[in-house]
């Protein structure tokens, strides 16, 4: 079969590339008229780093099953302050009421808040400001 009887958009394949590329994403992913199309970058992930900022309160083998983990909701660019050269929203040690924001997660220009789900204090913090994130990807600890 040719390109054209599968019904590639080799341009939207091109967009979606330069996206990736131009956001920092390592994949994304639509889904339009009934077609599905995934675009992925190689190189190394994001989530193979060492966790910057992590304390002994968080287990650092697996981060994302502590129960005080909170995780990002979507792919993006994760932010740790509300704009550059501002302090960061929470710092290890900080304590946090439910519902504040902790981060920016930046997902295709749109800019979304991070709340906390519960109070307590931020005992880690996995990700640096600009860092490329996952979906499901533990951001910081609140216990």
């Known amino acids: 079969m040719t390109d054209e009887k599968l019904g590639v958009d080799h341009e939207l394949i091109r967009e979606l590339a330069d996206l990736l590329t131009e956001t920092g994403l390592s ?3 639509i889904e339009r008229d009934g077609y599905k199309v995934r675009v992925v970058r190689g190189g190394i992930s994001a989530t193979t780093a060492p966790a910057p900022e992590a304390s002994a309160g968080a287990s650092e083998a697996e981060p994302a099953k ?3 983990a909170v995780t990002s909701p979507m792919v993006g660019t994760a932010f740790r ?3 550059p050269g501002a302090a960061p929203f929470v710092e290890v040690g900080s304590t946090v009421s439910e ?3 902790i981060m920016i997660v930046e997902a295709m220009k749109t800019m979304n808040q991070i709340p906390t789900p519960r ?3 931020v005992t880690a913090i996995f990700v640096e400001d600009g860092q490329p994130v996952e979906y499901g990807e533990p951001l910081i600890v609140v216990e």
Do not use: V
């Open 27 to 29: 994949e994304i992913e």
């Open 66 to 68: 502590h129960p005080g």
């Open 81 to 83: 302050a509300p704009e």
């Open 99 to 101: 519902g504040e924001t």
């Open 119 to 121: 109070a307590g204090r």
